[in-house]
């Protein structure tokens, strides 16, 4: 059976490394199938950029941040924002640019699913999502 290709939306990420209650527990274990390769885990090139600005500024600490960079890029592909990504996100005028760009970037990549807690904000994106406790029902 072919895994899954999930892009991994910014705030599971940031769940787990801020220790966000209550999604703490369900974006952890989304993680740890992709690091144990139960599904093909993914995230944007400014995906990175966004999760790095936030340790930073949460943690104020340049070393932790990094630390937190590089477990994600262990557990994690990354996948290119292209040109074409931006202008199609662009010609979209959607509310969340950035929630359009992820939608644009999973469709290009051909990933089955968006994993996030905001399933609403993408609903106009043409995208399937799934949040966290719904994935993992279907591993367990």
Same mark, same amino acid.
């Given at each position: 059976? #072919?895994?899954?290709?999930?892009?991994?939306?910014?705030?599971? =990420?940031?769940? /787990?490394?801020? *220790?966000?209650?209550?999604? @703490?527990?369900?974006? *952890?274990?989304?993680?740890?199938?992709?690091?144990?390769?139960?599904?093909? %885990? =993914?995230?944007?090139?400014?995906?990175?950029?966004?999760?790095? @600005?936030?340790? *930073? #500024?949460?943690?104020?600490?340049?070393?932790?941040?990094?630390?937190?960079? &590089?477990? /994600?890029?262990?557990?994690? #592909? $990354?996948?290119?924002?292209? &040109?074409?990504? $931006?202008?199609? !996100? @662009?010609?979209?005028? !959607?509310?969340?640019?950035?929630? +359009?760009?992820?939608?644009? +970037?999973? #469709?290009?990549? %051909?990933?089955?699913?968006?994993?996030?807690?905001?399933?609403?904000?993408?609903?106009?994106?043409? /995208?399937?999502?799934?949040?966290?406790?719904?994935?993992?029902?279907?591993?367990?």
């Amino acid at each position: 059976m #072919r895994k899954l290709n999930i892009l991994i939306d910014t705030n599971i =990420f940031l769940d /787990v490394f801020l *220790q966000r209650p209550p999604f @703490y527990e369900y974006s *952890q274990n989304i993680l740890k199938l992709c690091e144990e390769h139960e599904i093909n %885990g =993914f995230l944007t090139a400014s995906s990175i950029t966004d999760i790095f @600005y936030i340790l *930073q #500024r949460s943690l104020h600490d340049t070393e932790a941040s990094y630390d937190a960079l &590089g477990a /994600v890029l262990d557990i994690a #592909r $990354v996948i290119p924002v292209t &040109g074409e990504n $931006v202008l199609e !996100a @662009y010609s979209l005028k !959607a509310p969340d640019f950035e929630d +359009c760009l992820l939608a644009t +970037c999973a #469709r290009s990549f %051909g990933c089955d699913a968006i994993v996030t807690r905001n399933s609403k904000d993408f609903k106009s994106f043409d /995208v399937k999502t799934v949040e966290p406790k719904d994935l993992l029902d279907t591993f367990f």
